[in-house]
């Protein structure tokens, strides 16, 4: 069993920055890759970036690139999300993602606002 601790989340004004962090720990597990998701009031949840544990091969949505970073420590199963230049639309509850080799973990989900 993976346990996902995320933090960071926050209210911005348009414009600012936050920092979203995910840390995985649990006993006896291998984690693959990390990202982020996010869903939107009345919207589907859709990814937002992801790396791949071994080499740090990354992927962005289109949405966010040029604006968001995501690193990692793979010593400590630790994702990060940095988020600038955010926007209204960037507002929406950001879940952490673990993918194992036979099954996926998620965190509880953060709250992120932008506001006009």
């Known amino acids: 069993q993976v346990q996902l601790v995320e933090s960071g989340g926050g209210l911005v004004q348009a414009g600012g920055s936050l920092r979203l962090s995910c840390a995985a720990s649990?006993?006896?597990?291998?984690?693959?890759?990390m990202g982020w998701y996010r869903q939107a009031p009345g919207k589907q949840r859709e990814l937002v970036a992801i790396i791949i544990t071994t080499g740090g091969s990354t992927n962005y949505a289109d949405s966010v690139k040029g604006r968001f970073t995501i690193s990692r420590d793979n010593a400590k199963n630790t994702v990060y999300l940095q988020m600038n230049s955010l926007k209204p639309e960037d507002t929406a509850v950001y879940y952490c993602?673990?993918?194992?080799?036979?099954?996926?973990?998620w965190g509880q989900g953060t709250q992120v606002t932008v506001s006009s």
């Open positions: 993602n673990a993918q194992a080799p036979r099954v996926a973990y």
């Open positions: 649990g006993s006896r597990f291998i984690i693959n890759a």
